[in-house]
């Protein structure tokens, strides 16, 4: 794994929608037996103007995800890489059942796209912000969880599961992302990237926390804490070995995600722990809750996602850890 740090922790100019969608038409391009498909939200994610051009590779199912999922098993018994987008919602709720007897159940080859987790999905509101679908996805055999933090990542992981059989929930927000990585950076699926080194406390992140806890590791160094951040981009499978090493040489974690802390990366992490090397923990996340309408910066200060929060736990495992 090569992975190149970006010294610029600047909002990048391509989105990340635009990202995925200008590898998917190299992927057709390349003449790979790719179909995106889409449930009405094809403007959304950035593939709309390439629907004419490719018509055999770009398919509209309509408002109707778990449709969608059967039709897509369907391409994959047939020798076809589906990558099935929607909202992260629809692809974890309403379609849960296909994903996983459709899909999972057959063993196939199916790459499901939830787009707009959590806050992400902001003003579109409670109803549509997803905080359980990692939950919902984790407990599904086989399938694996990635949730990239940038368009250097995004575009690598959707080559990654166009590379490797079985069935992949890619969990994406839409709209710019904090730039982490250059664009030639490597990763490997289970095998998290280690971006601060660190010796008091180690905080595990994914997705839009990941440049939170950059930030919040950076602002502890300056108080004398030594805080160990990784990017833990693949939730299914997690990767033991880090979160081991972690509880070891560190011991003290912190977890940041957005998404309910029950089900997720946190609950992952603290199933590791408990089996193997119990530690002083602690969860950043949604507390349990219905999300609301708001832009997705008030969100995250509303749901207590901040570098600032992330901070207030660090403080609090610390102490934990210090206690006789």
């Not at 590898?23 to 995106?36: D, L, R």
């Not at 080859?109 to 905080?131: E, I, Y």
């Not at 250097?152 to 059989?165: E, G, H």
Request: glycine share 8%; aromatic share 8%; with cysteine.
């Amino acid at each position: 794994m090569s992975i190149i740090l970006s010294n610029d922790n600047s909002l990048e100019k391509t989105q990340m929608r635009e990202a995925y969608s200008k590898t998917i038409m190299e992927i057709i391009e390349e003449g790979k037996p790719v179909i995106h498909m889409d449930a009405d939200l094809m403007r959304a994610i950035g593939l709309l103007p390439y629907r004419e051009k490719y018509p055999e590779h770009i398919l509209e199912c309509g408002i109707a995800e778990a449709n969608m999922m059967g039709v897509a098993a369907g391409l994959s018994l047939e020798g076809f890489i589906p990558f099935a987008h929607t909202f992260a919602v629809f692809a974890s709720r309403r379609a849960c059942d296909q994903i996983f007897m459709s899909g999972a159940y057959a063993r196939l080859n199916v790459k499901v796209v939830g787009s707009d987790p959590g806050v992400t999905a902001g003003l579109n509101g409670g109803t549509h912000q997803a905080f359980e679908d990692i939950a919902i996805m984790r407990a599904i055999p086989k399938m694996t969880i990635v949730e990239p933090s940038d368009t250097a990542m995004v575009k690598k992981t959707i080559r990654i599961a166009l590379d490797t059989y079985g069935m992949f929930y890619l969990r994406m927000f839409r709209m710019n992302a904090v730039q982490i990585y250059e664009k030639d950076s490597e990763f490997i699926i289970g095998k998290a990237v280690k971006l601060r080194e660190g010796s008091d406390v180690t905080i595990f992140a994914c997705g839009v926390e990941v440049i939170e806890a950059v930030r919040a590791a950076d602002s502890l160094k300056k108080e004398g804490i030594s805080a160990r951040v990784y990017d833990m981009f693949t939730i299914k499978p997690v990767d033991q070995q880090a979160i081991l090493e972690a509880a070891a040489e560190t011991g003290a974690i912190v977890t940041a995600e957005n998404h309910n802390i029950i089900g997720g990366l946190g609950s992952a992490v603290a199933e590791v722990l408990i089996e193997n090397h119990p530690v002083p923990m602690e969860r950043i996340g949604i507390s349990d809750t219905f999300g609301e309408v708001g832009q997705t910066d008030w969100l995250k200060e509303k749901f207590e996602l901040t570098s600032r929060d992330i901070m207030k736990k660090v403080y609090k495992v610390i102490e934990r850890k210090t206690i006789k």
